[in-house]
């Protein structure tokens, strides 16, 4: 099966593919594919030796001074940017590695290091990454062409400049940012748990001196500001998410934050085994599965990045923090073959039935693994492919007859539109809300999915604001007599007060109360438009004069 094989390939040496085993195999690999794991390895001392920026961890200029030659030699490859400016105004700096990079269709691989200080590891695999995605293009590595034709790499080597830098000039074991935090004596947020998906919760602190503090608020800081902009920018493109850490030699993806399984679960699990068995090829390196950190949920939960992983990259605390610069290559050279073995596998086979069904919420989805069970393998013979058409297309056939006639299907030419009201992203999806497109209550193929909500949940994250319910009623019943009656919201409303952080959140439900419904006479145009406007003209002159915040007035009328 194509799932249970892997190429792995050298600078210089022929590409070969070793079967895949499950992770707790006793099974040892022959005889051959030990000789030709020993010549990578006497490869990969030459490499090391050969090259001398990955002799010692390099300080945060270093590595920009690195990045700019590595953009400056292959300027047709690799792009350079600086995604923002940290708390002391250093460049978060990040490269774009890829064939024609930049192509609007082109899937993106982000990768990052560096988020905590101390990790110095992290940052020398990041740069190690680039580095070996570069060299392996440019020497013919038909895998890395490959995947430089299908996908953009984006790498961020130090997410944390700042703490990297405090770390080399005054100490060795900080973590967090450089943040100056109001009436507190200690320093620094951990960017990790700064994030806005479940931000606060479990793992995290709000006591400012702990090393795990999450901030004052969901992003109040600019290194995680500019990594979710490139995210955010960038996630109808983004196909998967690796950050680097250290130390522990874990291999994890979500969810940690709640014992329910993402829906992605199995195809995560898949991909990731394929990422460790690359890796443990290299030097028998063993990684362990667990539950990630922050970022991991925000970039799996809420910009819904496919395949998310964390490394906790060497070792199992022998060294800890402090690992030696010697192992700086050895710990790149298996972390570059985790993730290109990831990347081709997410290339080659992502449209598995986990992904499609957990993600793009097809509800039929299948994959054949086809004949045979490896007497031939891939090389089947050329008279078993009208047999396996005829059988596979019967199977089809079936399947097809079967949803048609009993599952009631319905096409997107049949039914049409999304209730904007269900369609923002704070439990989207959730009670009141339908994933039938045929329903007046369908809340689209995923939240934010309709240029509308789009539109006002942009406008109230840039203004936020806040009402006075009872002085608009009040005014409102003035002019005309009518009275309202308190109730409960949309999903918008949800959204706006509980992820915008809204305090003071309505929905107006206008006339009548039933004697006309939605078809209102015209007549009553200018009636309803004036007690409205009465109700929030007075609900933002009461904001202004007894709430003393300069702000705007948000009020859904639906």
């Not at 955010?232 to 680097?244: E, F, G, V």
């Not at 269900?422 to 339908?434: A, D, L, Q, V």
Request: aromatic letters at 10%; proline letters at 4%; hydrophobic letters at 35%.
């Amino acid at each position: 099966m194509l799932i249970n094989r892997i190429l792995l390939t050298t600078p210089g040496l022929k590409s070969y593919a070793v079967r895949l085993t499950p992770m707790n195999s006793s099974s040892t690999c022959d005889h051959s594919l030990k000789t030709e794991k020993k010549m990578i390895k006497d490869k990969i001392r030459q490499f090391a030796a050969s090259d001398s920026f990955f002799d010692e961890f390099r300080r945060n200029g270093d590595i920009e001074k690195f990045l700019r030659e590595k953009h400056s030699e292959n300027t047709k490859l690799v792009g350079l940017m600086s995604i923002g400016t940290s708390i002391e105004h250093r460049d978060i700096m990040a490269v774009k590695i890829g064939v024609d990079h930049g192509r609007a269709n082109k899937s993106i691989i982000y990768i990052d290091g560096g988020t905590h200080a101390r990790e110095w590891a992290a940052v020398s695999t990041a740069c190690y990454i680039i580095d070996r995605l570069i060299d392996d293009y440019n020497a013919g590595d038909k895998v890395v062409t490959y995947l430089l034709n299908r996908f953009d790499f984006y790498v961020v080597p130090v997410v944390n400049p700042d703490g990297y830098e405090y770390s080399h000039t005054t100490d060795r074991m900080w973590r967090k940012n450089k943040a100056i935090l109001k009436g507190s004596k200690c320093l620094g947020t951990d960017l990790n748990r700064n994030y806005g998906f479940h931000w606060g919760g479990e793992g995290s602190s709000r006591d400012p001196c702990e090393e795990n503090y999450s901030g004052p608020k969901a992003f109040s800081e600019p290194e995680s500001r500019a990594v979710s902009s490139l995210i955010l920018d960038n996630k109808h493109r983004l196909m998967a998410y690796i950050t680097l850490h250290s130390y522990g030699q874990w291999f994890l993806y979500p969810w940690g934050w709640t014992e329910a399984d993402s829906p992605n679960k199995k195809e995560l699990k898949r991909v990731a085994d394929i990422g460790h068995m690359a890796l443990n090829s290299v030097y028998g390196t063993t990684y362990k599965l667990g539950s990630p950190g922050q970022i991991m949920y925000w970039a799996h939960g809420f910009a819904h990045i496919p395949y998310v992983y964390c490394l906790e990259m060497r070792d199992e605390g022998q060294h800890g923090f402090l690992l030696p610069a010697k192992d700086i290559i050895p710990v790149g050279n298996e972390t570059y073959a985790a993730v290109k073995a990831m990347a081709r596998e997410i290339a080659l086979t992502r449209r598995v039935k986990n992904w499609a069904h957990g993600f793009a919420h097809i509800p039929y989805v299948y994959c054949l693994e086809m004949r045979d069970e490896g007497q031939h393998g891939f090389l089947l013979p050329a008279k078993d492919i009208i047999p396996v058409g005829n059988k596979t297309y019967a199977a089809v056939k079936t399947m097809a007859r079967e949803i048609a006639l009993t599952r009631r299907v319905k096409s997107a030419d049949q039914c049409l539109g999304t209730n904007l009201n269900r369609n923002y992203g704070f439990h989207w999806g959730g009670e009141g809300s339908s994933r039938d497109p045929c329903e007046e209550n369908y809340s689209g193929p995923k939240a934010f999915s309709e240029p509308e909500s789009r539109a006002v949940s942009s406008l109230i994250l840039n203004t936020k604001h806040q009402t006075c319910a009872d002085i608009g009623h009040k005014v409102l019943n003035s002019l005309y007599g009518t009275t309202y009656k308190l109730g409960s919201p949309g999903q918008i409303m949800y959204w706006a007060h509980k992820f915008a952080h809204i305090p003071y959140v309505y929905c107006l439900e206008m006339r009548d109360e039933g004697q006309h419904g939605f078809l209102l006479p015209a007549a009553d145009i200018i009636p309803v438009g004036n007690e409205t406007y009465a109700a929030v003209k007075a609900m933002a002159q009461e904001i202004a004069l007894t709430r003393r915040v300069k702000s705007n007035v948000s009020v859904k009328i639906g």
